[in-house]
C-alpha cells in the first residue's frame, strides 16, 4: 500500500485547511485510515481515524469539533478537514493505514502503512 499525503500549506490562526491521502496498491488489506502528526520536538501524536467499512470515525481530543475525517471509497481517498486552526495545529501531518489491531487503534504502531508527510504551519 502506498499513501500520498497533500494539502498542507501555511495559514493564520483561524483559518481552515483540508488534508488528502491517496491510497493505492494493496488497498484491500486496509481496514482503518488515520491521521497522526508530529511537532517539533514532540512525539507523533494520533489525530483522527476513520473506518472504511460504515465510515465509523474517532478523534483526538485536540480535534473534536474543529477537525472532520472522511472517505471516499471510489477514489481511495481519505480527507482531513481542519477547521478554526491554532498555531499548536503546527506540524507534519501524516496519514497511515492499518488492518490489524484493534478497532479504533490510535498508536502508530497499530498502522502498517504510512505517507511521507505534509506540512502545517499556522502563524498567530
Known amino acids: 500500500v502506498q499513501l500520498q499525503a497533500s494539502g498542507g500549506g501555511l495559514v493564520q490562526a483561524g483559518d481552515s485547511l483540508r488534508l488528502s491521502c491517496a491510497a493505492s496498491g494493496r488497498t484491500f488489506s486496509m481496514t482503518v485510515m488515520g491521521w497522526f502528526r508530529q511537532a517539533p520536538g514532540k512525539e507523533r501524536e494520533f489525530v483522527a481515524g476513520?473506518?472504511?467499512?460504515?465510515?465509523?470515525?474517532f478523534y483526538a481530543g485536540a480535534a473534536k469539533g474543529r477537525f472532520t475525517i472522511s472517505r471516499d471509497n471510489a477514489k481511495n481517498t481519505v480527507s482531513l478537514q481542519m477547521n478554526s486552526l491554532k498555531p499548536e495545529d503546527t506540524a507534519i501531518y501524516y496519514c497511515?493505514?492499518?488492518?490489524?489491531?484493534?478497532?479504533?487503534?490510535?498508536?502508530?504502531?497499530?498502522?502498517?502503512?504510512w505517507g511521507q508527510g505534509t506540512q502545517v504551519t499556522v502563524s498567530s
Open positions: 497511515a493505514a492499518g488492518g490489524r489491531g484493534p478497532y479504533f487503534p490510535t498508536r502508530s504502531p497499530e498502522y502498517d502503512y
Open positions: 476513520i473506518r472504511w467499512s460504515g465510515g465509523n470515525t
